[in-house]
């Protein structure tokens, strides 16, 4: 069954091995993503937790972290950028039926 398009909190520090571009190449597997600070993304995705273990976990292994978890954006309160507030409200207008 297919999973609803949904925003992820997505932290991740990459083994020195890895690099941001990496990083990037592993984001670009959502709808869409927001970098709000240099370890720490949003994606908009139909990918489940587990599919983003399997993308995330060769950047991190052995020597970095990561974590995702589901974010409601329903209830939300935070000082950020204008820019994200603006890409958030626009992601499920531009993916429709996701």
Do not use: C
Request: without cysteine; proline residues 8%.
């Amino acid at each position: 069954m297919p999973i609803k398009a949904r925003f992820l909190s997505v932290l991740i520090k990459p083994d020195p091995s890895h690099t941001t571009n990496e990083v990037e190449e592993a984001m670009n597997k959502s709808l869409d993503w927001f970098r709000l600070d240099d370890n720490y993304y949003v994606a908009y995705s139909t990918g489940s937790l587990d599919q983003w273990r399997s993308r995330l976990l060769p950047l991190a292994e052995p020597g970095g972290h990561f974590l995702v978890a589901p974010i409601d954006m329903t209830q939300k309160k935070g000082w950020v950028t204008k820019a994200f507030w603006d890409w958030a409200k626009k992601m499920p207008e531009k993916h429709p039926g996701k």
